[in-house]
């Protein structure tokens, strides 16, 4: 099992930049998929960036160009560099990870405690 610790998140206006982190301790790191999600009022989960175990990335078309996700392997951490921030970007922000390859698929094992991100116009 990993477990998953969120960091980062909070409110900013349309434009600004936050950075979301995520700690994984638990099972090794390089066993899992690693992926960022959200959820807003009223909507299902969504994937917003995965990243692979060989480093492959994939973005929601909505998010492409304007947030980063990263892994720091020797710190077990993963980041979502997020800029251009826009208010249809808020949402409450989770971590995931599992040993399968699922991509944006909202279907992993593991998450994080979630953080809000928000975003005013």
């Known amino acids: 099992q990993v477990q998953l610790v969120q960091s980062g998140g909070g409110s900013v206006q349309a434009g600004g930049s936050l950075r979301l982190s995520c700690a994984a301790s638990?099972?090794?790191?390089?066993?899992?998929?690693m992926g960022w999600f959200r959820q807003a009022p009223g909507k299902e989960r969504e994937g917003v960036a995965t990243?692979?175990?060989?480093?492959?990335?994939s973005y929601q078309d909505s998010v492409e160009g304007r947030f980063t996700i990263s892994q720091d392997n020797a710190k077990n951490t993963l980041y979502l560099q997020m800029n251009s921030l826009k208010p249809e970007d808020t949402a409450m922000y989770y971590c995931?990870?599992?040993?399968?390859?699922?991509?944006?698929?909202?279907?992993?094992?593991?998450w994080g405690q979630g953080t809000q991100v928000t975003v005013s116009s």
């Open positions: 995931a990870a599992d040993s399968r390859k699922l991509w944006l698929l909202p279907q992993y094992n593991y």
């Open positions: 638990g099972s090794p790191w390089r066993r899992y998929y």
């Open positions: 990243i692979d175990r060989d480093g492959s990335i």
